[in-house]
């Protein structure tokens, strides 16, 4: 499926390595590999004692970015569709075990996820009985074990068990299936990620994993195994792990980060960026090439400059409109772009051209993108 786009990424590695940023190709995603690096290590440093990270992968959707976490310490990586699960398993053991933090329903979906199973350990969340007959049915046929944990609605009201009784119930309906392990329960506090005033984000925090803690004592209660429970973003690990019930770490946007959350989480910094050319100046006026097509903004902050005065005051389908001090850009100028939102923009592309000290190293291919076909 993806053998292509990985090929490619290889022979563009060929052809880069060594090359400075002004000799590449424009627009592309740049990926910093110090800063990478440093962003890994400074989460594996916060998740090496009771609860650990299995960080979420959704952000970078790239084999050779999870091997490096899961080398740093994490147990693995944290997905959200079969197809970024199976694509980041065909890089083998190395990336650990793999958790699908979200339901599955579709039965493409369930066979993606089962055939990623047969390659490396696999957890998928359920919150409905039919949901993991159908899971439990494709890994019976497969041959695979999956693991499975209860999601509980833990206040963001997306997927989720609402009620004590409906996770007692889907630990009797694991127990069915032969092929199905019970391994414990994730509850996402989602709805407490982008609270700025830190008392209420701490105290949502606080009230998600108590409603977690009380699902899991009720498991517990029934004899069930509970060795997993998972919970946490970026801008709430710190909070969320301070409660005694969760295991492990979901966070995923601090290797890459962008504008959007970098308020939330200040320690970590900007390792994605977009490399852009200058196509038109006008004064205080720059136009980059390149806009909504190639970088990825939400409402919670525009892209930025990096390391260059100026703002970015519109995006376009492929325009960036800046606004610059008079003389400071030149036509073929590159620029730098930290993303507004860097999973959306990874979403966008089919590689990262990875950087140290400005010189390429290599290119990795992001094979998990797209709309979660497998
Ligand atoms: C289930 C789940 N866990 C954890 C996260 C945390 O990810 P991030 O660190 O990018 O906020 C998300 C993000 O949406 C999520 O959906």
């Not at 992968?57 to 084999?63: E, F, L, V």
Request: some cysteine; charged content about 20%.
């Amino acid at each position: 499926v993806s053998g292509g786009t990985a090929e490619r990424a290889h022979d563009l590695a060929e052809r880069l390595r060594g090359r400075a940023l002004d000799e590449l190709p424009t627009p592309v995603a740049l990926l910093d590999l110090d800063a990478l690096e440093r962003n890994i290590a400074q989460m594996a440093d916060r998740t090496r004692g009771r609860v650990r990270l299995r960080p979420h992968a959704k952000t970078h959707k790239c084999a050779e970015i999870a091997l490096r976490q899961v080398a740093a310490g994490a147990l693995g990586v944290t997905v959200a569709t079969p197809s970024e699960c199976l694509a980041i398993a065909r890089a083998g053991r190395g990336v650990g075990e793999i958790l699908i933090a979200n339901e599955l329903a579709d039965r493409v979906r369930i066979a993606t996820a089962v055939e990623a199973a047969a390659l490396v350990p696999v957890i998928v969340s359920v919150d409905d009985a039919a949901a993991v007959a159908a899971l439990g049915r494709a890994a019976a046929e497969r041959g695979a074990t999956v693991g499975v944990v209860i999601e509980v609605d833990v206040g963001m009201h997306r997927g989720g068990t609402r009620e004590i009784g409906q996770s007692t119930a889907l630990v009797d309906a694991i127990g069915e299936w032969d092929h199905l392990v019970m391994r414990g329960l994730t509850g996402y506090e989602g709805h407490a990620v982008l609270e700025r005033d830190v008392e209420r984000r701490t105290a949502m925090c606080a009230t998600a994993m108590e409603l977690l803690a009380e699902h899991v004592a009720a498991v517990r209660n029934l004899g069930a195994e509970v060795e997993i429970v998972a919970a946490g973003g970026t801008n709430t690990h710190q909070i969320t792990a301070t409660h005694e019930v969760v295991t492990e770490l979901q966070a995923g946007t601090y290797a890459l980060m962008d504008t959007a959350y970098r308020p939330y989480a200040p320690d970590f910094e900007p390792a994605m960026t977009v490399l852009a050319s200058v196509s038109s100046v006008h004064g205080t006026r720059a136009i980059l090439a390149c806009g909504s097509k190639v970088h990825a903004v939400t409402e919670l902050a525009p892209a930025a400059l990096r390391a260059r005065p100026g703002t970015i005051l519109e995006l376009h389908e492929e325009h960036t409109l800046l606004e610059v001090p008079a003389g400071s850009l030149a036509l073929d100028d590159r620029v730098e772009i930290v993303v507004g939102y860097c999973g959306g923009t990874v979403n966008l592309h089919d590689y990262y051209v990875v950087v140290s000290d400005g010189v390429v190293r290599d290119v990795w291919p992001i094979l998990g993108r797209g709309p979660g076909w497998p």
